[in-house]
């Protein structure tokens, strides 16, 4: 029979298309965990709402259900926190108490400290991060690039393409951030201009939709902040203007003068009470501690940062609130999306490590031209992948000695 209609994978563009494929991925993953005689396969089914394949594992003895793999359709990747564990598989097999085979997980028996140093990657984050360390980083800080909001920065001509990548960013920093550490965002819905005068202008809601993915590739919503600018501030939008001149009922959209910072944990069994208590640095850990002029609600009134070299460039305040509030002194603070460098001075500025990663070499020029004046002289102790260090600081001149 000739099929007319292309299946939603094809329409999608996943890796992963066909029943076929997801069976062959499965089968793979069995063999490794030598279960592959033991279990049988159900029917996988493309779950394009979360685009994943989810695939089914049954006993080949009595044929029931004793859980499923789940695979990444953009990737083939099997997503672990996702996918029935192994050790749950053989419990279930085997008819064993699945509550003890959960409990082996046992908490790291030391507090991880990383060796990372100050450093700073000229290239796609993606790629740069899958040659980071795994558990080698504290705290994200980022605001990733707007969705065609600005066309001289924004390289992504569709949204899903944009959803990817951010996926593909949030997927890859779940392995190199420690257990139990924060991945805070700085992000706000997108405003599509209209191409033309008989076409509405479109809103997206950028924020909502990286929440699920947050929430999918392993990582527990903690807070949304929302970062409040001054009065006037979102009339450069044009949004609100037409209403402000008619007053028409219908016409009403309220002007953007908010950004959401979002706060995500990695998933984990320990609580944040034990990462205070198991810092070998004691220290660091007091000198950390937050003063009394700090944030008591989730709303935050900071002046936006005008008069920047970047498009899209956030306040340090912003910042600095974010890293003192979620990081201790000396630890490794990343921002894939680094620009201009506004997270690298803060972090310097709050006695943290910094790791800055960017694709366009004019902001990573920025940054170079700028660290010196973060760290002194200890800026010729940065990293520089793939591209070239900072000018070394210059030395004053010493009054010559003519006492001879």
């Known amino acids: 029979m000739t099929r007319n209609k292309p299946l939603v994978s094809e329409m999608r563009n996943y890796l992963v298309t066909t029943v076929a494929q997801a069976k062959e991925i499965t089968s793979s993953w069995l063999k490794e965990i030598d279960l592959y005689k033991v279990i049988a396969l159900g029917l996988p089914e493309v779950d394009d709402r979360y685009h994943v394949w989810r695939v089914p594992l049954c006993s080949k003895e009595s044929t029931v259900r004793i859980g499923e793999v789940v695979i990444d359709a953009y990737t083939t990747e ?3 926190e996702k996918t029935t564990r192994p ?3 053989e419990a279930r097999l085997l008819k064993k108490d699945e509550d003890r085979v959960a409990a082996k997980r046992q908490p790291p028996v030391s507090y991880p400290i990383s060796t990372l140093r100050n450093t700073v990657g000229l290239g796609d984050c993606v790629e740069l991060i899958d040659d980071m360390p795994a558990a080698s980083v504290d705290l994200v800080f980022t605001s990733p690039p707007y969705f065609n909001a600005r066309p001289e920065y924004s390289e992504y001509e569709e949204y899903e393409q944009y959803l990817l990548k951010m996926r593909q960013v949030i997927k890859r920093i779940h392995r190199v951030l420690n257990e139990g550490r924060f991945f805070v965002m700085n992000v706000a819905p997108v405003l599509l201009r209209r191409a033309n005068r008989n076409e509405s202008s479109r809103r997206i809601a950028v924020p909502f939709d990286l929440h699920r993915i947050f ?3 392993g990582y527990d919503f903690i ?4 970062w409040v600018k001054p009065e006037g501030a979102g009339w450069a939008t044009g949004r609100g203007r037409r209403f402000a001149a008619d007053r028409n009922p219908l016409q009403y959209k309220a ?8 706060v995500y944990r990695k998933r984990s069994d320990l609580l944040i009470d034990w990462y205070i208590r198991n810092h ?4 660091a850990v007091a000198a950390s501690k937050i003063g009394d002029d700090y944030e008591r609600t989730n709303i935050w009134h900071i002046q936006p940062k005008t008069n920047s070299k970047h498009p899209a460039a956030f306040p340090l305040e912003l910042a600095e609130k974010s890293i003192g509030y ?3 002194k000396n630890d490794v603070i990343l921002d894939p999306f680094a620009g201009s460098g506004t997270v690298g001075a803060a972090a310097a500025k709050l006695d943290r490590r910094f ?3 960017e694709i366009n070499p004019d902001y990573v020029e920025i940054i170079r031209q700028d660290v010196n004046a973060w760290l002194g002289e200890a800026a010729g102790d940065i990293l520089w992948i793939n591209c070239a260090p900072a000018p070394p600081v210059r030395q004053p001149l010493l009054p010559m000695d003519y006492s001879e």
């Not at 807070?223 to 929302?226: A, K, P, S, T």
């Not at 953007?256 to 910072?261: A, H, I, L, N, S």
């Not at 070998?280 to 220290?283: L, N, Y």
């Open 255 to 262: 002007v953007p003068v908010t950004e959401y910072v979002l």
């Open 355 to 357: 790791v800055l990663f």
């Open 326 to 328: 979620y990081s201790f």
């Open 223 to 226: 807070d949304d902040i929302i």
């Open 78 to 80: 099997i997503l672990p």
């Open 87 to 89: 050790g749950i598989l």
């Open 280 to 283: 070998p640095d004691r220290e």
């Open 215 to 217: 929430i999918e590739e």
